[in-house]
């Protein structure tokens, strides 16, 4: 079982860097570890409504349509912003790959074959 991912102080500067607010900054972290609005309203303390007009300035600050490029963005710029000496190479596009299954199998959810179909390939 993984241990939780927890932001760092490095990583909400780094997301800040992008002219975003700190709480922006908090939204899009957690956004980029695959959790929806309201998992992060939750982690927040924060009403789901409040993190989906979080979303919106966000994607608007960024200039990007959804919530996958957003996460993309913050990868790329976390990353960045991380001494070699400090990352995995690896670790970053493991955790886009797992977001991007985890938004495919939201997707497929509707339809249970291909939801099925999905998940049979990700094992």
Known sequence: ??????????????????????????????????????DIGIILGAKTGTICKH???ILGKLNVENRTTAAVVAFETCRSDTPASESSPGQSWAAVAGFITTQLCALCSDDPDLYGEFVRLIA
């Open 55 to 57: 979303v919106e300035h």
């Open 1 to 38: 079982m993984h241990s939780p991912v927890l932001p760092t102080q490095r990583s909400i500067k780094a997301l800040v860097s992008l002219k975003l607010t700190p709480r922006e900054a908090e939204v899009l972290f957690w956004i980029s570890q695959g959790k929806s609005n309201h």
